[in-house]
C-alpha cells in the first residue's frame, strides 16, 4: 500500500489550496479514504472523510464548509480542495486509508498559511 500526497505550500490568509493523494496497492474503490493533519506538537486531527462512492462525506467542525474532500476512482485519487485557509490550518496535511480505523498513512504533504 501506498498513499502521496502533492499539492501543499505556502499561501496567504483567506487563499486556497488543492491537495491531492495518489493510492497504489490496494483495490482504492473498495476502501473509504480520510485526510488528517499535524501541526507541530499537536496530535494528529482528523480532518475529513469519504466513502467509497463518494455518497458521504463528513468534516470536522474547525474545517466545515470551507473544506470539500472528493475522490477519483478511475485515478485512484483523493482531493482536498481547501478554501478561506487560516493561519491554524497550518499542519502537514496526510491521507489516510480507512475512516473510522486508518490503517496506512502517507508521508503527508506540507501546509502553510501566512502573510
Known amino acids: 500500500v501506498q498513499l502521496v500526497e502533492s499539492g501543499g505550500g505556502v499561501v496567504q490568509p483567506g487563499g486556497s489550496l488543492r491537495l491531492s493523494c495518489v493510492a497504489s496497492?490496494?483495490?482504492?474503490?473498495?476502501?473509504?479514504m480520510s485526510w488528517v493533519r499535524q501541526a507541530p506538537g499537536m496530535a494528529p486531527e482528523w480532518v475529513s472523510g469519504i466513502n467509497r462512492r463518494s455518497t458521504s462525506s463528513y468534516y470536522a467542525d474547525s474545517v466545515k464548509g470551507r473544506f470539500t474532500i472528493s475522490r477519483d476512482n478511475a485515478k485512484n485519487l483523493v482531493y482536498l480542495q481547501m478554501n478561506s485557509l487560516k493561519p491554524e490550518d497550518t499542519a502537514m496535511y496526510l491521507c489516510?486509508?480507512?475512516?473510522?480505523?486508518?490503517?496506512?498513512w502517507g508521508q503527508g504533504t506540507q501546509v502553510t498559511v501566512s502573510s
Open positions: 496497492g490496494f483495490i482504492f474503490s473498495d476502501e473509504r
Open positions: 489516510a486509508r480507512g475512516w473510522t480505523t486508518l490503517d496506512y
